[in-house]
């Protein structure tokens, strides 16, 4: 059964910072893998989307990597600005031809002025 | 840019009542899902939904649930006889693709 964990669980830094998300899965065998946004009591934006046979994806300041061997992926957020403050999830499908996004349980990013 | 539209945004219902979540999803998408959240959990997946039915559904999603389409443009989730523990943040998603799914702001349900 594939399960999502994403760490760290709440981080807190200063504006223009670099930092780095993660996002661990324990089945390889997935379709793809997306980076979600969460503001408090809002939805969920996608961010980003990286399919099975791509490393990496970018979007601005943001870029994510996969590494499906490993069960890893990473969005790394450059120069954070206290608006990218938010939740931050990553969700897979578990195989091709699924809806069923299985989420990890976010990173709460805190980016002081 | 087009948008998932959720209403409403707050509904509090009585344990046992009957409650109907509304969803409108992007005029072009032809996939749609509700997903839901607990306050301080993960978001789970209930249902998916494609050229007129159920593709997939969770364990979650027992016969207390019902998804419709009713007129082409609405997207709704029904369920049956409130519990308690129903309560959460309900999201509706669509997607022109498996793929990239478009979430709406949500509807927050509280049963009392």
């Known amino acids: 059964k594939q399960e999502v964990t994403q760490i760290p669980a709440a981080l807190s830094v200063p504006e223009g910072e670099n930092l780095v998300l993660n996002c661990s899965f324990t089945?390889?065998?997935?379709?793809?893998l997306q980076w979600f946004r969460q503001d408090p009591g809002k939805g969920l934006t996608s961010l980003l989307l990286?399919?099975?046979?791509?490393r990496e994806q970018t979007s601005g300041r943001l870029n994510a990597s996969l590494d499906k061997s490993s069960g890893r992926s990473t969005l790394y957020i450059a120069a954070s600005q206290p608006g990218d403050s938010a939740t931050y999830l990553c969700?897979?499908?578990?195989?091709?031809?699924?809806?069923?996004?299985?989420f990890g349980t976010g990173t709460r990013l805190k980016v002081l002025a | 840019e087009p948008e998932v539209t959720q209403t409403p945004s707050h509904q509090v219902t009585q344990m046992g009542q009957e409650v109907i979540l509304r969803c409108v999803p992007i005029?072009?998408?032809?996939?749609f899902y509700w997903y839901r959240q607990i306050l301080g959990q993960k978001v789970e997946f209930l249902v998916s939904?494609?050229?007129?039915?159920?593709?997939?559904k969770s364990e979650i999603f027992d016969d207390q649930f019902s998804v419709e389409r009713p007129d082409g443009s609405n997207f709704t989730l029904k369920i049956r006889s409130t519990k308690l523990e129903d309560s959460a943040m309900y999201f509706c998603?669509?997607?022109?693709?498996?793929?990239?799914?478009?979430f709406g702001s949500g509807t927050r349900l509280t049963v009392v």
């Open positions: 998603a669509s997607s022109i693709s498996n793929a990239i799914l478009t």
């Open positions: 089945d390889s065998a997935i379709y793809n």
């Open positions: 990286i399919q099975s046979s791509q």
């Open positions: 969700a897979v499908p578990p195989t091709s031809g699924t809806y069923k996004y299985i």
């Open positions: 005029s072009n998408h032809l996939y």
């Open positions: 939904f494609y050229n007129n039915e159920i593709s997939e």
